[in-house]
Structures are given as structure tokens and as C-alpha cells.
């Protein structure tokens, strides 16, 4: 897909987006061999062939990074040994991507999906604390001592879980909706948790990863995340450090 051509230079590692118009004015870059000057210049990396000062640009491969809303019974791996369908068959992109964590097979809501490392590192891993909340369907009515265990934390297998932000939002008496924001990933955690303190899980929907929230994504529906939903989540797992504003990260339409 044809982008504007500072900024294939500046993900390309030559310069920041406005340096690189910079040079763009100066007629210090060519597109296949003919010097350009426009700053309005689109370019394919797969098939233009760029240079700055003479020297040949290498084009870096295109960061790609999607919402899914992901249904229940699909498993998010790229492939599973008992042959339950895979999140990855509800994606088109040209670019190999994979999801950012997981939710396990009876579990829906919002995935991420990305070929950019550095990103899912950032936004899954505990130590980077982006919260993740979830909407759970449980079996009985809470009371308030349960809640402030989980609130607390309490002992799991791996050991003690972090405090966690537990609401109650509806309740019938025979079921009830809880808000539950983690900041961990243990396997299954929110699920165990609750069964922990006598509430059985029935359901449960991943709503929000950090700021982004899963909003009115159809089930099944994948969408891409917009430039500044992607440095967004970018400042708030760490990867760009606060103060810096960085260039809108490049990202791509299927």
C-alpha cells in the first residue's frame, strides 16, 4: 500500500518524520532514481526502490496492529493440536501477525494482534502493568467480604495475586455481573479467582487493554487501531516513555 514517503524514511530508521521532510525539500532523496521533492509523494516499500544522499534505503517491514473481538470456542494460537479453530482465521492481513496474550477458548472480548514484538511484550507482560478489564458472569451474589478478598489479593498456585478493582455492577440474586480490572496474566486468573471465593464463572468478556476500549466491535469483527490509539497505548505500557511524542507509529489498511 502506497504511504507518504517521510514516512517510509522515518520508520525506515533514516531520520524522524520531520527531518526527513526535511531532506525531502533539500532534493536529498530519490525514489527510483529520480530526485523528488514533493512532500505529498506516495511510495510502495515492496516495490519503490528509495536513496537519500545517494545511499540506498532499506524499507522496514510494516507494523500491523488489530482489534479482534474475539468469539467464544476459538483458542488464540496460530494453530491447536485438538483442532479447535484459531483466532487467526478471522484476520486478513497481508503481514503475519499474533495475538497479544490470550484469552482462553471460553473467554471473548478484545485481542490485540500485532507482528510488532516490542509492543505485545510491552502490553502483556505484568511487569509493564497495562490493565486489562473484564465483564464476568458469575453463578451467585458476591457479598462484600468476598469482594474485598479479591480486591486484597488472594493465594492462587502460582502465589499471591495482585490487588485487584472489583465492582458489582448487576445482580438478580442467582447471578451476577462483576467489573474486574487486573493488572496480572496468570492462566485462567480471573476464572480462578472467583472460584476462589464461591463464584463460578459463566461468562467473561475482555472490555478494555489499557485505554483502548472493545466498544461496539461486532463479535468476530477485527478492526485496525488508528495512529493515535496505537502511541497511546504505547506511552501507557512504557514502550515510549512519557514527554515523548514520537512520529505516528506506520500501520496499514488490508
Known sequence: MPERLQKVLARAGVASRRTAERLIREGRVAVNGQVVRDLGIRVDPARDSLAVDGRPVAAAPKFVYL?????RGYVSTARDERGRPTVLTLVRSAERVYPVGRLDADSEGLLLLTNDGAFALHLAHPRYGVPKEYH????????????ERLRRGLVLEEGRTAPARVALLSSDGERSWLRVVLKQGWKRQVRRMLAAVGCPVERLIRTRVGSLALGTLPVGAVRHLTESEVRRLQHESGLLPAGVRGDAPPHHRD
Open 136 to 147: 464476568v458472569l458469575v453463578r451467585g451474589r458476591p457479598d462484600e467480604g468476598a469482594l
Open 67 to 71: 482489534a479482534l473481538h474475539k468469539p
